[in-house]
């Protein structure tokens, strides 16, 4: 009969817990304690400085979407959507057309490889409009009042919260806080992807698993599709992830998806493009380390390398100005750029040598 | 302490009975009764018209008085009683035994699933059987009951007691998933029972919501209107109108 009582009062606990997690503020104590738990020391959220306004500026875009790049296969690769498939079409069309259908399909492309915002985390809502007394023992649920009017987007939506506070007996009326908000907008306003209740894979056991795999798209897309890009658990998803690719030096994984951008940004932000351009360079790709250097000056102005003035459109000596001003991790830059400067000088021997061997 | 055998009569007081047959609803044991009222209310009973009955008796023989005996009595009896019921089962048809998902897990790895089932999900070798041409459009609701299958022809999770359909065990879960568009595969296709499948569903759920399984998640649009406007130096994220 006791283990009987006992068991009862455990369910009965966690419910209480279950109900506080979801709609106190010990939601957002708990990322603030995996921030620390899952990423090194200097990867930290947006929190300090706005970095919207250098986001959404025209030249910062413009690198960003030139460094994603377009790899269409890659882009439109099969989805599994759980819809009935249908078998492909086969049609004979003119030069003409193709173009036409080329085009249409670039500007899929870049719908798809649209950039998910970088904002600056969102503060607590602490906003109450009223105090009434004289309601305070009326209920002992909470009401929530909900624009619901057709049209209006989630984030402008007015969403009303009049509790009763078991412990302080007053009714106020106060502003929903963001937990409640989410909750409510997909009750209301149903978004395919998004579930009520946060998925379990963004608890910190989960989402190291999961990187393990290395199912950085995966985790990306799912976080986006559930949460706001300036909501907490965004944010720290975000950072284990992009703190797990420069670790293991996977950021090739993200190339030509929406999440490469938003990646370059936070490491560009953060001083780190060291171990990107590494792998970069090592695979060639010159112009776009090159892109990413001028990124970090156009976030950082008053860097010492953005002084020298060097062309950007002079690849390597743009690169090597970074290195000898700025760069952190010097000898592994230096190195992985003499060896791409070897390489190319060798293959330029090898076609002076058969050219001549033609007797050309 | 000694045991006793005594006959009980346990008398149910009724206000009315239309017939001698009629329902009993409770028995109130009485220890010892007189004799002669016993004998009265046997005599009322068997009488043919009854149209006022106080008693009603029933015979209950076999109860001891000793509280020791009642107890080793009644172990025996549940003995006996236990192994009466497991002796009838049949080893292959037994499913009372639980096994962890671990076991499962080691299993889909296993020698002997190889042999059993190749590279093959488990459910292409099976075959349903139906009258007619078209198969319901249901299986059947559980091959197990009460932890004995209870079918001829299980289906094919069932019929593997080390198959456990669960959030974990991912080698198995995968097999009902469509290779082509993501899908749970309908038990029509796979022809398990509609407890399993409930269960199947369950398990792809928790899996999904784990991240052990991957999906394609559905694409987001943003308008970047909402997140940032240039003009104005606060953003649009002001909640609390």
Same mark, same amino acid.
């Given at each position: ?66 460094? %994603? ?60 409009? @009223? %105090? ?16 619901? %009017? ?7 939506? %007015? ?164 290195? @000898? ?36 | ?18 017939? =001698? ?16 009222? /016993?004998?009265?209310?046997? !005599?009322?009973?068997?009488? !043919? ?20 005996? !009642? ?17 009838? =089962? ?59 299958? /209870? ?18 065990? $991912? ?11 993501? /899908?749970? $595969? ?33 694409? !987001? ?17 002001? /909640?609390?109108?």
């Amino acid at each position: 009969m006791a283990a009987a009582a006992m068991r009862s009062f455990s369910v009965v606990g966690s419910g209480i817990h279950r109900f506080l997690g979801l709609t106190g503020r010990c939601l957002d104590l708990e990322c603030i304690t995996s921030i620390r738990r899952c990423s090194n020391t200097s990867y930290t959220t947006y929190n300090d400085r706005d970095p919207a306004p250098l986001f959404f500026e025209d030249e910062v875009q413009v690198v960003l979407q030139r460094v %994603t790049g377009m790899d269409i296969d890659r882009i439109f690769r099969r989805r599994q959507q759980e819809k009935k498939s249908t078998p492909p079409k086969y049609q004979f069309l003119t030069n003409e057309e193709v173009d036409e259908y080329m085009s249409e399909a670039r500007v899929k492309a870049e719908s798809l490889l649209q950039m998910p915002p970088v904002l600056k985390e969102r503060q607590p809502i602490n906003n109450i409009l @009223e %105090t009434n007394t004289s309601l305070q023992a009326h209920h002992t649920d909470k009401y929530v009042f909900a624009d619901i %009017t057709f049209g209006v987007s989630d984030r402008n939506r %007015t969403i009303l919260n009049r509790t009763i506070l078991v412990r302080e007996t007053d009714g106020t009326l106060r502003s929903a806080w963001w937990e409640e908000r989410d909750r409510i907008n997909q009750t209301y306003n149903p978004r395919p992807g998004r579930n009520v209740v946060m998925p379990k894979l963004f608890n910190d056991e989960n989402l190291k698993s999961a990187l393990a795999r290395q199912e950085y798209e995966f985790v990306l897309d799912r976080v986006c599709a559930q949460c706001e890009p300036d909501s907490s658990v965004y944010q720290r998803v975000c950072v284990c992830v992009y703190d797990a690719l420069d670790t293991h030096h996977h950021h090739n994984t993200l190339y030509s998806t929406r999440h490469y951008g938003p990646m370059c940004f936070y490491l560009a932000w953060n001083k780190r493009i060291d171990s990107l351009l590494v792998s970069l360079i090592q695979e060639e790709k010159i112009n776009t380390a090159s892109d990413i250097v001028y990124l970090y000056q156009l976030i950082h102005k008053d860097c010492k390398s953005a002084k020298l003035n060097i062309e950007h459109t002079q690849h390597v000596e743009f690169i090597k100005g970074y290195i @000898e001003e700025d760069c952190l991790q010097r000898a592994q830059v230096q190195l992985a750029l003499q060896c791409y400067q070897d390489l190319q000088h060798q293959r330029q021997q090898h076609q002076h040598n058969v050219t001549n061997a033609h007797g050309l | 302490m000694f045991s006793s055998c005594i006959n009980f009569y346990s008398f149910k007081p009724l206000k009315m009975l239309r017939s =001698i047959g009629q329902g009993v609803t409770r028995l109130l044991p009485v220890v010892c009764p007189t004799t002669h009222m /016993a004998k009265a209310a046997v !005599r009322v009973i068997e009488g !043919r018209s009854v149209t006022k009955l106080l008693y009603e008796v029933r015979r209950i023989q076999w109860i001891t008085t000793c509280k020791t005996m !009642r107890c080793e009595v009644a172990e025996e009896e549940e003995e006996g009683e236990g192994e009466k019921k497991e002796d009838n =089962i049949p080893p292959e048809k037994n499913r009372r035994q639980i096994i962890p998902v671990e076991t499962s897990i080691k299993y889909m790895q296993s020698d002997a699933y190889k042999t059993t089932y190749g590279d093959e999900p488990v459910w292409v070798k099976y075959r349903r059987n139906f009258k007619g041409g078209l198969p319901p459009t249901k299986t059947r609701k559980t091959c197990i009951r009460d932890g004995i299958l /209870a079918t001829g022809n299980p289906c094919p999770v069932c019929r593997d007691e080390f198959l456990v359909v669960e959030y974990r065990n $991912l080698e198995l879960i995968k097999q009902f998933i469509s290779p082509f568009n993501g /899908a749970v $595969l309908p038990p029509l296709k796979t022809n398990i029972c509609q407890k399993q499948h409930r269960r199947l569903l369950v398990a792809v759920n928790k899996a999904r919501d784990y991240g052990l399984l991957t999906y394609d998640v559905p694409h !987001r649009h943003y308008d970047y209107s909402e997140y940032y406007q240039p003009q104005q130096q606060d953003d649009t994220t002001e /909640a609390g109108r």
